[in-house]
C-alpha cells in the first residue's frame, strides 16, 4: 500500500460524488458540523448552540451560514480552511477546541473546500449567538496559542501500511472527520483530550458519554460487528437499546448517511483500539420475564413503570411496535447510577431517522413529582439490572436546575 497521507486515501478510496458540492455535503455530514452549529429548534448551521465546559464556562457555536455580514460568506477559501483545520479565524482570532479543528486538521484542503462550496448551496442566515461566558483567565483567546502548542492541532499522518486500506478509512473517520474523541475522551488537566484514556467515556452536558474503546466490560468489545454497525447507521442495534442525547443527534445528522462501507470501516477500526476500563460505564443485566404478570407491584416505582411505561417499552423492555423503543441492554438503564436514564426521563430525547423522528418525552411538568421520577427510575436499574441506585431524587433535582 503507498504511503500517501490517510486523509488523501479518504478523499480518493472513500468519499462519494462526483462534484465539489457533492463531495462537501457527504463530509459535511460525516464531520457533523449541523449538529454543533445549530441551536436547538434553531435554522441549521446559524449557530448558537451552547457548550458548557466544566470549570471554564460557556461557549456558543458560530454562525456559518454563507451569510457575508453574521456568517463566513466572505471569507476566502484560505481562510476557511484556517479556521476549519488550524482554529484560527480571519483577523487572527484563536478559536476555542469546542470547535474541534485538532481533528479536522486530518481533513485535506480540497476535503475543506468541499465542504464549502456545499455550505454555500444552503440558505443564509443573519442571526448572531450569544456571546461566551468564560471565565478568566480562559476568556483570553490568545493563551490558545499555548493550548495549541501542547494539545494540537494534529497534522495529516500517513496510512499505516501495516493495517488494511479498511482500517486507514476507519481510522481517519473517527480520529479525523467524525472527531468521536471529542466527546468519548476524558479531558487533561490543559482541557486537551486524554490519550492514555481515549474513547474511554466522558461527561458532557450532563450526560455520561460512554467509552467505546474496545474493552470487553464497560466498552464496546462485547458488541458483535453487525450490532455496531447496525448501532451506527441507525441509532438501535438489538439487545444494547437506542441512542439518545447528543448521540442520536449525532446519528441522526451525521452518521446515519454514510455508506455501509465506510460504517463498516469505523467498526473495523473501533475493534482495533486500546482497550480502556471504566467502572462509572460498567453494568450487568437481568433477564427478565416478559407479559404484564411478571412486573411487581409491590412498589411505587413498579406501578409507575406499569402506568407510564409498558405501553412503549413492555416489561421485559423489548419495546412494542418500533424496535426503536426497545430499551433491553441499554447501558443508560443502569450504568453510572442512571445518569442517562435520569436525563432522557428530564429532558426527553428525539432520534431522525429513515421514517422519522422517534421520540422519547420527557416525563417532567406532567404531575409526577421528583420523587416519582426517583421511584421510577430506580425500579428500572433495579429491575433490569443489578445497579444499587443512590441519591436519585437529588439527582434529579439537580438535573432539572441544569436544564433550566
Known sequence: ?????????????????????????????????????????????????????PGMGVVYSTNITADKQHGVGAWSDAEFVAAVKQGVSPGGKHLYPAMPYPAYARLSDQDVRDIRAYMATLPTSASTPPENKLRFP????????FWNIVNGPASAYPDDTTKSAQWNRGRWLVEGAG??????????????LSTSKALGGNMLNGWRIYNISSDTKTGIGGWTDAELAQYLSTGHADGHGTASGDMADVIGHSLRYLTPADIQAMVTYLRSTKPVSTPQDSVTFRKTASGDASLPQNSRGARLYAAACVGCHLPDGTGRQSSFASIAGGRSLGADNGRNLIQVLVNGTGLQTATGVQIMPHFTGGGLSNRDLADMTAFVMTHFTTAQPHDLEKQIEQTIKDRD
Open 138 to 145: 480562559f476568556s483570553i483567546r490568545s493563551l490558545m496559542i
Open 179 to 192: 472527531h468521536c474523541a471529542d466527546c468519548h475522551s476524558p479531558r487533561t488537566l490543559t482541557f486537551g
Open 1 to 53: 500500500m503507498p504511503t500517501h497521507a490517510a486523509h488523501a486515501s479518504a478523499a480518493e478510496e472513500g468519499t462519494p460524488g462526483s462534484t465539489p458540492v457533492e463531495r462537501g455535503q457527504y463530509l459535511t455530514r460525516a464531520s457533523d458540523c449541523e449538529v454543533c452549529h445549530t441551536a436547538p429548534g434553531g435554522m441549521p448551521y446559524a449557530g448558537g448552540r451552547a457548550f458548557k465546559l
